[in-house]
Nanobody, 124 residues
Framework: QLQLVESGGGLVQPGGSLRLSCVVA????????IGWFRQAPGKEREGASC????????YYPDSVKGRFTISREDAKNTVHLQMNSLKPEDTAVYFC?????????????????WGQGIQVTVSS
């Protein structure tokens, strides 16, 4: 059974940076597309980024493009999300998820295994 564990969240001031990490256990991470999703209070969950199994395909919604970078470190079964120039509207619980197939746009339906989520708060 695949397990995903997020780390690296916390409180940061506007303009600051955080790096989230997602460790995959149970199967080699290189076999999966990995997505980062987020859910702000009172809002629906939305995609923040995703990466194909090879790392050659990546997706970012306009809201994070140019500020977030997803990267794979498959030797450690880990995928990172580097978040720079953070804004208060980035405040949310962030989830990582794994799927067998990479689809452009990273719809949630493509991801079968999910982590528990981690809080990111951007506030002064």
């Amino acid at each position: 059974q695949l397990q995903l564990v997020e780390s690296g969240g916390g409180l940061v001031q506007p303009g600051g940076s955080l790096r989230l990490s997602c460790v995959v256990a149970g199967s080699p991470s290189r076999a999966f597309a990995i997505g980062w999703f987020r859910q702000a209070p009172g809002k629906e969950r939305e995609g923040a980024s995703c990466v194909s199994p090879t790392g050659l395909g990546t997706y970012y919604p306009d809201s994070v493009k140019g500020r977030f970078t997803i990267s794979r470190e498959d030797a450690k079964n880990t995928v990172h999300l580097q978040m720079n120039s953070l804004k208060p509207e980035d405040t949310a619980v962030y989830f990582c998820a794994a799927g067998d197939v990479y689809t452009t746009g990273c719809p949630e339906s493509g991801f079968e295994s999910w982590g528990q989520g981690i809080q990111v708060t951007v506030s002064s």
